[in-house]
């Protein structure tokens, strides 16, 4: 291929699919730097937008579809199949091949934090990562969200950081509250109450839908009582404010699982699990309407009582999970501790109408009370990742 003309190797390579970009990259200088330009983007995003009909009816079949998993530490492009249940890895895009503990999807951009609590913006397509250093140090309970505002139509990512909770190694309370902007490579103090009525656990992460980022969240405990309120709290990434309570759908109480995912990057989805009586009956509902600062909910999308299928409950930090609207499924990730043998293993329940289930196996999990699995949808970006320009640089003539 290398005696071909610039338009032609750009043709031939913009048929390949986005798991193959690393390897081509990785195969000389002159690919590497071919397959980042402008040009391929356009014609590779193009190949894709052509064949969106037939995923579209493929995913409609219960095939093809395309999601992001985090399995013991490493991250990976799968391909589910829901008519003949299979989930397959087609590509490991780990960034930079460090041990990740927590994945938030934006845009075609992953916020990744690192087992050792170091935080990178990666763009897996582009095949382009940036590492961001605090503006003083990172702390073990931060909370993180990955958004973006729009300025003369131009998308500028931010990254939140806040943490607000009593350190026991430190014996007293931090309370932060920052934005890094990817655009100026820059922190700042966001100016937020810190007595704010409400609080989110450390492993609830939040969910980023249409640039602002969705948490679940309850009153705060003003003593031992476990029935308190709970509802949505959205940080709008254009005021860089949380907005109001928005209400869901159910009222659960401490100890319940909740979790939160997206319908075609449009609607918030919301699933619930009591812990107390009656227990085990997942639910799921979907937003009609989702905005920073108003939600409504439609019917309830799926019930499934797990008891006879699995025998437990799925766990209250865990419990990921994807839907496909159209053929009325669900598949929820799962550390399956009573598989045969001493071994647990990493699963997806696949959860349907009229007692529909099926499970399938994601291998072995050696961290059995740790690293939970979980799924997120993925659309390649050709979003570039602007690099910080050299120290010293800004002076430069």
């Not at 699919?17 to 995003?45: A, D, I, Q, Y």
């Not at 598949?331 to 329940?349: E, F, I, M, Q």
């Amino acid at each position: 291929m290398s005696d071909l003309p610039r338009d032609i190797e750009e043709e031939v390579l913009s048929r390949l699919p986005v798991t193959s970009l690393g390897e081509v990259r990785s195969t000389c200088k002159k690919w590497n730097t071919l397959t980042k330009g402008e040009s391929f983007l356009k014609r590779h995003m193009c190949e894709g937008a052509e064949g969106a009909s037939k995923k579209k009816q493929e995913q409609r079949q219960g095939m093809g579809m395309k999601v992001v998993m985090l399995l013991e530490n490493r991250v990976s492009l799968m391909s589910v199949n829901l008519l003949y249940p299979s989930i397959e890895p087609i590509g490991n895009i780990n960034a930079d091949g460090v041990e990740i503990s927590k994945i938030i999807h934006c845009d075609g951009l992953f916020l990744c934090i690192t087992e050792d609590e170091r935080v990178v913006v990666w763009n897996p397509y582009l095949g382009q990562t940036r590492w961001i250093d605090p503006r003083s140090c990172y702390h073990r309970f931060d909370r993180y969200a990955l958004g973006y505002e729009k300025k003369k139509e131009q998308k500028k990512h931010k990254v939140l950081r806040f943490v607000n909770d009593y350190d026991p190694r430190v014996k007293h309370r931090v309370c932060e509250f920052e934005i890094y902007s990817l655009d100026s490579n820059s922190w700042k103090v966001v100016d937020v109450d810190p007595d704010h009525d409400w609080t989110t656990l450390f492993v609830h992460r939040g969910f980023s839908l249409k640039g602002n980022t969705y948490w679940f969240a309850r009153e705060k405990l003003a003593s031992s009582r476990i029935d308190v309120a709970d509802f949505l709290i959205c940080f709008d990434f254009e005021t860089e404010r949380f907005g109001p309570r928005l209400p869901l759908p159910f009222h659960g109480f401490v100890g319940d699982t909740v979790t939160l995912s997206s319908v075609r990057e449009e609607q918030l989805a919301v699933l619930f699990q009591r812990n107390g009586a009656p227990a085990y009956t997942v639910k799921i509902w979907i937003s009609t309407k989702i905005e920073p600062n108003a939600v409504s909910w439609s019917n309830l999308f799926l019930a499934v009582d797990m008891k006879p299928l699995i025998g437990v409950r799925f766990n209250n930090y865990a419990a990921s999970f994807f839907v496909d609207e159209e053929e009325k499924l669900a598949v929820v990730l799962h550390k399956d501790r009573g598989s045969p043998g001493p071994t647990t293993r990493n699963t997806a329940c696949i959860l349907g109408d009229n007692g529909y289930f099926k499970q399938v196996d994601l291998g072995e999990s050696t961290k059995h009370n740790c690293c939970f699995p979980l799924v997120s949808s993925y659309v390649p970006s050709s979003e570039q990742i602007k690099q910080p320009a050299p120290l010293g640089s800004q002076n430069t003539p």
